[in-house]
């Protein structure tokens, strides 16, 4: 088991290519080298690494299935201008996983400060190698990669030793950033359902 375990946290690197987007300067490129670094050792983290495994166990998905797990450097950005949390090519087992822009993190740091920004990055990278680990067994059943995705993390980040109500508006931002305003879609997921976190 810690074998297996170990495999996949092996398979996670961290990728730049195919070259930097164009229009970005040294700030640019510096400030993804750290956002990807820091999702790298998140990722990897061994209280996140045994969940994963105890994840793959329970849906039968193989250690082997997983070919390689790249954590990649810039923002992807699809043809409507929305971002992209993660993707997977379910024939090659291969994942990436994007982080959110500059522009954006500036943002959200600048009303929610530092801290949570890093609270929320992290949460959205694991969750979205949940949700892509999800499809090599799920393929294009998107519904039921959403619901089981959002199970799954809510169950890794129940079992962290944190307050419920920052839990729930990370959750519900994660989850619920389809709005074009997730900034306050964060607001009001704060002390909105906290009773409703509870008893889940
Ligand atoms: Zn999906």
Redesign the pocket.
Known sequence: MLEKAQLLSGKIKITAGPGKPEGFSQRHVGFYMNYSSFVFRTLRRPSFQRFLQWMLRRERIEAQMVGAVDVKVFPFRRKNGKGLA???DTARGKIRIYPKTMKFCREFTQKFGKSTLLVYAGSRARAALI??L??LKYATD?NR??EL?KEYFFAFTRIKPSKASEHFSIYTMVFKTKTDEPLQVFQKGINVQDSKFISI
């Open positions: 993660g993707n997977c949700h892509e999800l499809h998107e990669v959403r995705a």
